[in-house]
């Protein structure tokens, strides 16, 4: 932590707890955050893309280049957008389905889909629609305003670094404390683990400590598309381990730490005509080669873990002596 953020309060007994300077626009009433200009802002979205290749982080956030809408990014902020407005409404009882088409028509971004005939973004205007009414039902019959819709925030985390973020949808819980809920338009579901690991929602529960001055009972991701909710409990929420990543990163951006590192995802990269791994975008680029690189590595690495499990089976029932004495010619 840096000089602007107290030392870390420590509980006899308990893991330190990280203190932060309030947020930089802080809610009514609270208090004027002292003023402050980090070097590094990161956010989630910055963290993830720079763990996932340096070189996208630098083209996107430093250079600023330029990147093309997509049908899948614009379909997803039009959701956002009407599940914001729906959520929002301060009424005693669910507001009617009418609600959400209404959002969803008036956010609705023509920008991703130029390249498509008008049938198919009716299909893809539709599929909206149907999207929103399975939330409505799922949510509607235990209808609570939301505390806060789309909460921007931004947090001091020590060392010139501040993240900031806007938290989707913070619920009331049925005790009266507060659910972090962030939407998610992807096709599939992630797994409870993944969720206990987001990144993003750790570092939400910071911002909720900072907000509201309380922590989150629960956190969740919510997958709008196959309508399912994932939620863990607090304590299953590495908050430590979260500003670890994200310190991390801070360091290596402040050391222009930005090379390429090439992924599957590169498919789908805005800047690949760009990027020294696939200069030439042949199919022997290197790249290209990096990418199965790592995949037969990640492989050799699986078959070492379960050679080893397989030996001490075979030892735990024969004996070590034929674990040994194995042959390792061709089967
Ligand atoms: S093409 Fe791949 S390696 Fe190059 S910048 Fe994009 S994501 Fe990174």
């Known amino acids: 932590m840096s000089a602007r953020a107290s030392s870390p309060v420590t509980d006899a007994g308990a893991p330190p707890v990280p203190v932060l300077t309030p947020a930089a626009e802080p809610l ?131 060392d010139s670094v501040a993240v900031r973020g806007s938290i989707d949808h913070v619920a009331r819980t049925a005790s009266g404390g507060l659910g972090i809920v962030d939407w998610k338009t992807n096709r599939r579901a992630r797994s409870r683990r993944d969720v206990a690991n987001s990144l993003q929602l750790a570092i939400y529960t910071l911002a909720a400590r900072e907000l509201w001055g309380r922590e989150p009972e629960w956190v969740a991701l919510d997958f709008v598309v196959p309508g399912l909710r994932v939620i863990v409990e607090r304590p299953e929420i590495d908050v430590d381990g979260a500003l670890q990543r994200i310190r991390a990163v801070a360091g290596k951006v402040r050391d222009e730490l930005f090379s390429a590192s090439p992924s599957p995802l590169c498919d789908w990269c805005d800047y690949r005509g760009l990027c020294p791994a696939f200069e030439g975008d042949g199919p022997d680029v290197p790249g290209r080669a990096l990418v199965e690189l790592k995949r037969l590595r990640r492989r050799r690495a699986r078959d070492e873990a379960r050679i080893v499990e397989l030996e001490h089976l075979v030892a735990r029932y024969l004996g070590e002596e034929v674990t040994l004495e194995l042959d390792v010619g061709p089967d």
């Open 28 to 158: 009514p009433g609270m208090p004027t955050p002292p003023p402050r200009d980090p070097d590094i802002r990161l956010s989630y979205s910055r963290v993830d893309t720079y763990e996932r290749c340096p070189l996208l982080f630098k083209f996107r956030y430093i250079d600023k280049l330029p990147s093309s809408p997509s049908p899948d990014l614009s379909w997803g902020s039009a959701i956002h957008a009407a599940l914001e407005v729906w959520w929002s409404q301060k009424l005693p009882k669910p507001p009617p389905v009418e609600v959400l088409y209404r959002a969803l028509y008036d956010h609705w971004e023509d920008a991703g889909f130029s390249e498509m005939d008008r049938e198919r973004k009716l299909e893809w205007y539709r599929h909206a629609r149907d999207v929103l009414a399975r939330h409505h039902e799922m949510y509607s019959t235990d209808y609570r305003p939301a505390v806060a819709c789309e909460q921007w925030f931004e947090l001091d985390i020590g």
